[in-house]
């Protein structure tokens, strides 16, 4: 079993900064990618960014130039520093890590952290 748990939330003015942390844990032979989402309430779940096991990034275009993606492999851990933010950023922010345990190769989500953006 896997878990991925997430910290980092919370309010912030418009032109804040907020990091984000996603530990994941348990029965972990390697991690593939990572990846932060995000839900807006009324909207799908989209892609914010992703990095793989060589820290190749890949981001959404409304979040480039403001966010980083970036990954402790030692630790499991991937983060997401969101520097510039603005209201529509509001969210519930997920964490994703394409695990590698026991042979198989599996998706995992934590639970999700809000971010609120005040203007």
């Known amino acids: 079993q896997v878990q991925l748990v997430e910290s980092g939330g919370g309010l912030v003015q418009a032109g804040g900064s907020l990091r984000l942390s996603c530990a994941a844990s348990?029965?972990?032979?390697?991690?593939?990618?990572m990846g932060w989402y995000r839900q807006a309430p009324g909207k799908q779940r989209e892609l914010v960014a992703t990095?793989?096991?060589?820290?190749?990034?890949n981001y959404a275009d409304s979040v480039k130039g403001r966010f980083t993606i970036f990954r402790d492999n030692a630790k499991n851990t991937v983060y997401l520093q969101m520097n510039s933010l603005k209201p529509e950023d509001t969210a519930v922010y997920y964490c994703?890590?394409?695990?590698?345990?026991?042979?198989?190769?599996?998706?995992?989500w934590g639970q999700g952290t809000q971010v609120t953006v005040s203007s």
């Open positions: 994703n890590a394409i695990v590698v345990s026991l042979s198989l190769e599996s998706p995992y």
């Open positions: 348990g029965s972990i032979f390697s991690i593939n990618a």
């Open positions: 990095i793989t096991s060589g820290s190749i990034t």
